[in-house]
């Protein structure tokens, strides 16, 4: 693919380090595991990889609490590692891009350690009670109270003071931590909570606002327009993924307008359900709302942070089957597109993990309400009949995996032309950029549009369809008609 603008139309794919492949056999995954299947990576036909963190962290939140941004965790590998994988990826033609985690630090970093206030958010109390009703995203208050009595706001788990981007010298860290990386020879970076960042002045009670104080405030949009001029200053093409959520499409898009991020994640396409008047609403309005700004759409079905989507889309031979027709779906529109690691193998959520090997904040902190994040987590089988399946040379894994999974690892389906690797392999070769789009008509049930390359159609519908003509591939075997649960993707 051309380098120009290569994040576009960019195939992203994330790694999720911990989980991906480990080398040195702690149970736990690393960078060098990285590096050893970057092969695998572009074989399978992405342009890029995004790594989530893999900076020195105490892991409260598998590494979204950073202690130095400048340094890899031990248990990830160092630096050096690093620099290994950049270039091995560079070498196989695979683009890096990076997390950034500015909303927050981890408690151990050396500013929160060394009670640097400025640069967080403390306050004092109301009598015993904290600052204001605000709630931590993960349960209970956001707020946590210190020996001199004061209080210091933290959105995320009290592992994760929040920093206060009114200072200046927070400001300027960032830059530093940016050029660091920039310097090393990344591609881009994924921004954490990037609608976080500046709350509401005077930290006003939440009530009943509907509009959030601490998310989306005016004054965020400055930080970005100063981050694209420091990216922009540097050779070659490097972009940015903004993690935003907000229910209005205009809002998102105003963090890709020209002079800020490039691309924000689709949220709502993720969120969708298997419908397809509520898919293709979200289509149009995500490709109005980028459109308007002249970013690219970007799509997503899974990520570290949801449930796996064979799982959502109903699980077992029905989840398999939509997820398969879902991956044709996606890879099919203009825009780009993130795979979440295992997506590509078809991975279910694990959803019977027994409680004691849980380690989600999110599960920890609702006193076992919400199931948290570990079932997405779990790490990717390889190869072999038994657990840990070539992910660990040692015999463990950090979270047990499914001793079925045996029938998912990527050696079996690797040597099977029907696999979900072998579709997302067989997709990834045919795709190629496109920017047009328009609707064709459809027997209920059906979204079929047409790009440049592709007239590509979803039978969401109960019944099978007519087929206009043989398609280039199919998510799921064909009769002569289009069965439920599949797509095609047919030349123009
Ligand atoms: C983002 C990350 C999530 C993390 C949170 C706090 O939403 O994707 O994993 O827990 O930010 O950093």
């Known amino acids: 693919m ?71 965790d031990p248990v990830f590998g160092t630096l050096s590692d690093f620099d290994g994988m950049l270039a091995e990826a560079h070498k196989v033609g695979l683009k890096v891009i990076v997390d950034i985690v500015p909303n927050h630090t981890s408690d151990q970093h050396p500013w929160f350690q060394e ?29 946590t109270r210190v020996a001199d009595g004061s209080w210091y706001l933290h959105l995320f788990d009290p592992g994760q003071p929040d920093l206060n981007w009114r200072n200046p010298q927070v400001r300027d860290e960032f830059d530093a931590i940016l050029r660091f990386w920039l310097d090393r020879g990344v591609d881009g970076f994924r921004v954490d909570v990037a609608h976080g960042m500046i709350k509401a002045e005077g930290l006003p009670d939440l009530g009943r606002n509907t509009v959030l104080p601490y998310f989306d405030q005016e004054e965020v949009h400055e930080i970005y327009r100063a981050w694209r001029k420091l990216i922009d200053s540097y050779p070659g093409e490097r972009m940015t993924v903004a993690e935003v959520f907000d229910s209005e499409p205009d809002r998102v898009a105003r963090y890709v307008a020209g002079d800020e991020l490039h691309q924000a994640f689709n949220f709502d396409f993720l969120e969708a359900p298997w419908d397809p008047a509520v898919l293709r609403g979200v289509i149009d309005a995500s490709l109005e709302a980028a459109g308007n700004v002249g970013a690219p759409t970007t799509w997503v079905l899974s990520n570290h942070d949801r449930r796996r989507h064979v799982t959502r889309f109903g699980g077992g031979l029905t989840g398999l089957r939509r997820a398969r027709a879902a991956a044709l779906l996606m890879l099919g529109l203009p825009g780009s597109a993130y795979v979440y690691q295992g997506e590509e193998l078809g991975l279910p959520e694990v959803l019977d993990l027994p409680d004691e090997v849980r380690v989600d904040p ?128 047919i030349r123009t």
């Open 115 to 143: 009670q640097r206030r400025d640069q967080y958010v403390f306050r004092n109390g109301r009598g015993e009670r904290p600052p204001n009703d605000w709630q931590s995203l993960f349960g209970g208050p956001a707020w």
């Open 362 to 489: 999110q599960w920890i902190r609702s006193g076992g309400r919400e199931p948290g994040r570990d079932g997405c987590r779990v790490p990717l089988p390889w190869e072999g009949d038994a657990p840990p399946f070539g992910f660990s040379p040692a015999r463990r894994s950090w979270l047990p995996m499914p001793p079925e999974w045996a029938a998912a690892t990527v050696a079996v389906q690797r040597d099977d032309p029907d696999s979900m690797l072998n579709l997302y392999r067989k997709a990834l070769r045919l795709r190629r950029p496109a920017r047009e789009f328009a609707w064709r008509p459809a027997p209920d049930g059906v979204l079929c549009f047409e790009t440049e390359r592709f007239l590509v159609a979803a039978n969401l519908g109960g019944s099978p369809v007519p087929l206009p003509t043989a398609p280039v591939l199919a998510s799921s075997p064909l009769t002569d008609e289009l069965p439920p649960d599949t797509t095609v993707w």
């Open 2 to 72: 051309a380098d120009v603008e290569w994040w576009r139309s960019a195939v992203i794919y994330q790694v999720y380090p911990r989980s991906f492949a480990d080398s040195d056999g702690d149970g736990v995954g690393d960078l060098p595991g990285v590096t050893g299947k970057l092969a695998y990576l572009a074989d399978l036909g992405v342009d890029a990889v995004w790594l989530s963190p893999f900076y020195r962290s105490p892991m409260v939140d598998g590494g979204y609490d950073v202690a130095d941004h400048r340094d890899v």
